[in-house]
C-alpha cells in the first residue's frame, strides 16, 4: 500500500524502483525523499496510476500533467523525449522540496511554470 509506505518509510540508503509506470516513479521519489534516501527509478510509461501523484507535488495543473503525459506515451520521438524530460525535471523538483522541509539547508530551485515548461517543447498552454 502506497500510503502506508509514505506514511512510514522503511529505512533505506537507496530506493530502487524498475519499471515504474506512471505514479508509481512519483511513489518512488517520494519514498526516497521521506526516508532521505538517493533513488533510482527507471520511468516506464507516463500514463499509468495517475491517483498515485500526489495533488500538487509538479506544481502544475492537472490539465497541463494530462498533456505532459499524453505527450510523453505519443508517438513522436522528439516530442516525446521533451515531455518525458520535462516530467523528470518536475518529479525531481518535487523530490527535493520533500528533502528541503526535511533538511531545510539544502538549496532547492523551483520548477518553471507548467506554460514555460510547454513552450519548451512546442506546446502552447
Known amino acids: 500500500d502506497c500510503a502506508r509506505l509514505l506514511a512510514s518509510p522503511p529505512p533505506a540508503d537507496v530506493i530502487v524502483a524498475l519499471h515504474a509506470c506512471g505514479g508509481l516513479s512519483d511513489v518512488a521519489l517520494a519514498a526516497a525523499a521521506a526516508a532521505?534516501?538517493?533513488?533510482?527509478?527507471?520511468?516506464?510509461?507516463?500514463?499509468?496510476?495517475?491517483?498515485?501523484?500526489?495533488?500538487?507535488?509538479?506544481?502544475?495543473?492537472?490539465?497541463?500533467?494530462e498533456l505532459l503525459r499524453r505527450l510523453a506515451d505519443g508517438e513522436a520521438a522528439d516530442v516525446s523525449y521533451s515531455a518525458r524530460r520535462v516530467i523528470s525535471n518536475l518529479r525531481l523538483a518535487a523530490m527535493k522540496r520533500a528533502l528541503f522541509v526535511a533538511a531545510p539547508a539544502q538549496d532547492v530551485t523551483e520548477p518553471h511554470t507548467a506554460a514555460s515548461e510547454l513552450s519548451e517543447i512546442g506546446v502552447r498552454a
Open 36 to 65: 532521505a534516501a538517493s533513488a533510482i527509478v527507471c520511468t516506464c510509461c507516463f500514463s499509468k496510476h495517475k491517483g498515485l501523484t500526489q495533488a500538487n507535488s509538479w506544481r502544475v495543473q492537472e490539465e497541463d500533467k
